[in-house]
């Protein structure tokens, strides 16, 4: 069984007293490939850094509470990045009305203008994106944009009526911990409803953990207890899920 881990932060500090054994607990696990996310320019060079490793590709980008980074010289920053060949996705960006730590109107300036920024680095390189309380506006933003780019729905947890309105956006859905929780039931009817070639597993360690690791720092070797979960909303085998969700994050991130 080979798992593709969509969404970790294995460039985070909790991750620097064993960094090494975590990868491979993951790989015993068998998370075979991960996608390592940049939430501001500090964890964007480090998800570069570690895309070294043979089973790591880097996404980079400005989280919607990283806002305030978000500058000329910054993206000059980031294009450095990118044109190292190893990122292979623009973000996390998106909006987060949750904390509003960053005045509204400024998160959806700078996330407009890093979808057109994004573009000139490649008109097809997929946006990972971050929403919380604000999932009609985001939309809003993407729609306006107008991009030609894969979307992914980063730590999907909507009900049916909100994975409609993603699907309909083109959007794919990142599925992760929040799935096993005992109490969201309205978000494994949303993974039943959606089509299975348009999910994604993830973990967005350390963040999150699944339900039986709940309160404890995540990583991807739990990436499994996801597969299980969408593997019982669909009626499949957690084979079967494996299957289809490395195949389709294979397309979209070219590994």
Partial sequence: MELFDTHCHLNHLD?????EEARQRAREAGVTRLLCIGFDLASSRSAIQLSIWEEMQAAIGIHPESAEEWTLEAAATLRQLYNTGKAAAYG??????????????????????QIAFAATLSPTLPLIIHTRDALAETLAVLEAS???????????????????????AGCYLGIGGVATFKKSEDVRAAIAYAPLERLLLETDCPYLAPQYK??????????????????TAKGLTVQE?????TETARGIFGF
């Fill in 214 to 231: 709940r309160g404890r720092r995540n990583e991807p070797s739990y990436l499994p207890a996801i597969a299980e979960i969408v593997a």
């Fill in 15 to 19: 991750f620097d007293s064993d960094r």
């Fill in 92 to 113: 996390e960006i998106g909006l987060d009305f949750h904390w509003d730590s960053v005045p509204r109107a400024r998160q959806s300036e700078v996330f407009q203008e």
């Fill in 146 to 168: 107008a991009t030609k780019a894969p979307i992914v729905m980063h730590c999907f947890t909507g009900d049916v009526q909100e994975a409609a309105a993603c699907l309909d």
């Fill in 241 to 245: 899920i494996a299957e289809a969700t």
